[in-house]
């Protein structure tokens, strides 16, 4: 039995090069590239240092919303009259029109901004990788009709479908996460199914399909592992987009209520102190979002042209 | 090229069709239904009981569709109980404000991305390409609203250079009569999408001056400038015209944003103020117009680009 799943296991000849060249082999005549390509992306994104510089913000970033509140305490629950006070003595970043600290506002909430920011990448992409890769996998009449569902909902700008879906159901952090990979799957989609376009007419494909290998099979082995290079840098600017979006938003009005807090909504409140002043409302939050979004562009960037380079040294 | 044309159109209606029967399950996906979409949030169950009955929304689906697509076909879009007026009638008298703002801003980002990305592209790697390049960079990963805050407390708050509000008014005439309230709206808009044009501009710029018709250019011995102007920015310029097309729905979402940061009387903000009052027939009206606006954009974009670029028409 053990035996025939090793037959049927389809053979990846790129895999089975590189696992020779692991164990020391010479895989005939022209040698692959030594190291694997993991090694290789991973060395080039390091070397790429505005990537490092990307990876290392988000890096704090996480640390300072995560575990920040448990070194920096603050009352971020009742309401005091310590309000507005400009940064100074107790608050480094003076407090907001409701007396909350706005360091520790920051931190608190970072967090539900960092965690719209990747639970909507996660949910988008994976719903979009599995959208496109059928279509273009399948191709004919079903890729036509799928890819002009993912046109139509295109060509509605994903703002506006998503005030209008927070105006109808009112928000709360799940739902939001919801409705905003609801509008973000289609990116994904789009480029998922032109990958698989390409992919389904290599080679390996036809052996696997000749060796008996199933649709299933073919698609979750073989498609999807091999645009991962282009799902993986499409999700990092899902990161960043889905910040953008919540931030805007909640600028609007139409974010979560106001218990809590995320980096939009404090830039909301912000916006009714511009005349009086009040700096320290609008530019901590504002650079939080900024640094937040340059690095997951940076990192989406370096990425990118790590597999460029994998793809020119093949 | 009439067989790329055809088909193209034919594509675009069916994506149009697609936009209307995203607008239709939008529509039913409020709790009540259209009776709430135009009766209003409080409406009674009775009043939404006759409304439907009047109106024919207790038949099929598919009949039901089919009268609300008639509808959307003779410039119907519904009537807005909150202000009391067809949709249309608000949307003819809103549009061309915000055309104003977000034309002008497109034209204004065009002029300026096209030769600040052939000067990248032409000293690559030199001080200008990295400043222009972390420029852009930056307002990309900027929230468009951050920004117009950001143009108002430097230049309405602190020097009073320019007002922080857009001028008010009902008609196109009384916007432009105040221009120096625009400044700073199209200010914003122009820098959002610079971002992202003059990216592509550069790229654009590199690409085609890495083709052959380059090197035979100088080898023929002309000079820098006839090279870069008659050869390379015009095929450079191609892959701007798909990109304005496509920008459509981008550039329109910060219009959305850039007129509720300035209070600019036009559809973005309307669009808003019908979110935050439940006004959701003329939230739908205005999906529904944009959706068509940004198709007809790419099929246009399209088309542009089959004219210009000789070679797509073959494909």
């Not at chain 1, 700008?157 to 998503?162: D, E, F, G, K, S």
């Not at chain 1, 480029?191 to 376009?197: D, I, S, T």
């Not at chain 1, 073989?222 to 600017?237: K, M, S």
């Not at chain 2, 065009?110 to 052939?118: D, E, F, L, S, T």
Request: glycine share 10%.
């Amino acid at each position: 039995m053990s035996e025939l799943d090793d037959l049927r296991a389809p053979i990846d000849p790129q895999q089975e090069a590189e696992a020779l060249v692991d164990k020391g082999v010479p895989a005939g005549g022209e040698a692959f590239e030594t190291g694997s390509q993991f090694k290789l992306i991973l060395q080039t994104f390091l070397e790429n240092k505005l990537a490092v510089v990307g990876l290392g913000l988000v890096l704090a970033a996480v640390i300072f919303c995560f575990l920040g509140p448990h070194f920096y305490h603050t009352n971020q629950v009742t309401t005091t009259y310590n309000i507005n006070l400009p940064p100074g003595k107790g608050h480094p970043l003076g407090t907001d029109q409701n007396g909350y600290d706005v360091l520790g506002r920051l931190m608190v909430g970072g967090q539900s901004s960092l965690e719209i920011g990747f639970s909507v990448a996660i949910i988008a992409t994976l719903f979009g990788v599995a959208w496109g890769a059928v279509a273009g996998f399948l191709g004919g009449i079903v890729d036509t009709v799928m890819m002009r569902i993912v046109d139509a909902f295109l060509a509605i700008p994903t703002l506006l479908l998503l005030i209008y879906l927070a105006s109808v159901f009112h928000p709360t952090l799940k739902l939001l996460i919801i409705v905003i990979a609801g509008v973000s799957w289609l990116s994904p989609a789009r480029l998922v199914r032109g990958e698989a376009l390409s992919l389904r007419v290599r080679d390996y494909v036809k052996a696997v399909r000749v060796m008996g290998g199933g649709s299933r099979r073919i698609v979750a082995r073989h498609i999807v592992p091999n645009a991962i290079g282009t799902i993986v840098v499409n999700a990092t600017f899902q990161v960043a987009d889905a910040i953008l979006v919540m931030a805007v938003l909640s600028y609007l009005g139409l974010g979560l209520p106001p218990p809590a807090a995320n980096w939009g909504g404090m830039l909301s409140d912000g916006v009714n102190y511009v005349y009086a002043g009040y700096w320290w409302l609008i530019y901590p939050a504002g650079f939080a979002i900024i640094l937040t979004v340059v690095a997951f562009n940076l990192i989406g960037d370096a990425i990118r042209d790590s597999l460029e380079v994998r793809l020119q040294r093949r | 090229m009439t067989a790329y044309l055809i088909r193209r159109v034919f594509q675009s209606i069916v994506v149009l069709i697609g936009v209307s029967i995203i607008g239709f399950i939008l529509e039913h996906l409020l709790p009540g239904g259209p009776a709430k979409a135009m009766l209003g949030n409080r409406a009674t169950p009775l009043a939404i009981k006759t409304f439907n009955h009047a109106n024919g929304f207790d038949k099929p689906l598919v009949t039901q569709y089919l009268v609300y697509m008639g509808h959307l076909l003779q410039g119907n879009l519904g009537y807005s109980y909150k202000l009391n007026q067809p949709v249309s009638q608000i949307l003819a008298r809103e549009v061309p404000k915000s055309v104003l703002l977000v034309g002008s801003a497109l034209i204004l980002s065009v002029i300026i991305a096209i030769p600040v990305g052939v000067f990248q592209a032409v000293r690559r790697n030199g001080i200008v390409d990295y400043a222009a390049t972390s420029i852009s960079f930056l307002l990309y990963s900027m929230p468009s609203f951050w920004l117009g805050l950001i143009l108002i407390i430097a230049f309405a708050v602190n020097t009073h250079i320019f007002p922080a509000q857009a001028p008010q008014g009902s008609t196109i005439g009384q916007i432009i009569a105040h221009p120096s309230g625009l400044v700073l709206p199209v200010a914003t808009l122009t820098l959002v999408s610079f971002a992202s044009f003059s990216r592509y501009m550069r790229s654009s710029a590199i690409e085609a001056l890495a083709q052959d018709w380059i090197r035979t250019a100088k080898a023929k011995g002309l000079s820098q400038r006839a090279i870069l102007f008659k050869h390379m920015l015009r095929n450079a310029l191609i892959p701007i015209a798909t990109l304005v097309g496509l920008s459509l729905p981008s550039l329109i979402t910060a219009g959305v944003v850039v007129e509720s940061v300035f209070n600019f009387p036009g559809t973005g903000l309307d669009f808003v103020t019908a979110a935050t009052t439940e006004d959701f027939a003329l939230l739908l009206g205005i999906i529904i117009l944009v959706g068509v606006l940004t198709v007809v954009g790419n099929l246009l974009a399209d088309i542009a680009y089959a004219v210009l670029d000789p070679r797509v028409r073959y494909k």
